[in-house]
């Protein structure tokens, strides 16, 4: 089946240690999208590629990098985690010609705990 | 910005109907909604285009009020399955979607 596949499901690390969130996906959607959400909170987009060109928030901090090295994956990277930076990281896809307006699929979503 | 959802939360016994709002400050194209189990991913229900267009699934079904900007969810004979978060999400002419706050639904035997 198609899908959207988050690795690992759960990941805890330390305060300021580098961590990195992988997402592939088999639909070959053009759009893929890395959201993180806090408890009982909506999911609040981080930034998005469209094929290669990548779009960040503006309120995104400079501590979430993102890489997308094919259609497949996409990696999210952040560099120095803080408390704050606990959540759900979700990754959706959907497909090209206005993305806006198609249905997004979502990935299972990676728990990141910082001690 | 963020759409705003009403109400926050509901709780309803199987077999009740309930109905979330969504209402946006800004010109909307797309609104999509979606239901989230705890600890579960979202879960795409539906989308709604501009045109006032009501679209059904099953016994969910939507509607979209262009020129009030709003969105409305309608869960008829609810169903023990129903409980969940419910996402709106909006899009203007942009790629992306805004989540609205979410509505939590608890449906009770």
């Known amino acids: 089946d198609a899908m959207v596949i988050q690795n690992p499901r759960y990941q805890v690390t330390q305060f300021g240690k580098p961590v990195t969130l992988s997402c592939s996906q088999t639909l070959n959607h053009n759009v893929m999208y890395w959201y993180q959400q806090k408890s009982s909170q909506a999911p609040k987009l981080l930034f998005h590629?469209?094929?290669?060109?990548?779009?960040n928030e503006a309120d995104t901090p400079d501590n979430f990098q993102s890489r997308r090295p094919n259609t497949s994956f996409c990696f999210l990277d952040i560099r120095s985690p803080g408390l704050g930076d606990a959540a759900m990281y979700l990754c959706?896809?959907?497909?090209?010609?206005?993305?806006?307006?198609?249905?997004?699929?979502f990935g299972p979503g990676t728990r990141l705990t910082v001690l | 910005q963020q759409p705003v959802q009403s109400p926050q939360a509901v709780i309803l016994r199987e077999g009740e109907d309930a109905v979330i709002n969504c209402s946006s400050s800004?010109?909307?194209?797309?609104v999509h909604w979606y239901r989230q189990k705890h600890g579960e991913a979202p879960v795409f229900l539906m989308i709604l285009l501009k045109g006032g267009e009501q679209k059904g699934h099953e016994k969910i079904s939507a509607s979209f009020n262009e020129k009030k900007q709003q969105s409305s969810l309608y869960l008829t004979a609810s169903q023990l399955s129903y409980s969940g978060t419910y996402f709106c999400g909006t899009s203007g002419s942009a790629r992306q979607l805004t989540f609205g706050s979410g509505t939590q639904l608890t449906v009770l035997p």
């Open positions: 959706a896809t959907s497909r090209t010609a206005g993305a806006g307006h198609n249905e997004q699929f």
């Open positions: 800004k010109a909307l194209y797309s």
């Open positions: 590629y469209y094929d290669k060109d990548f779009n």
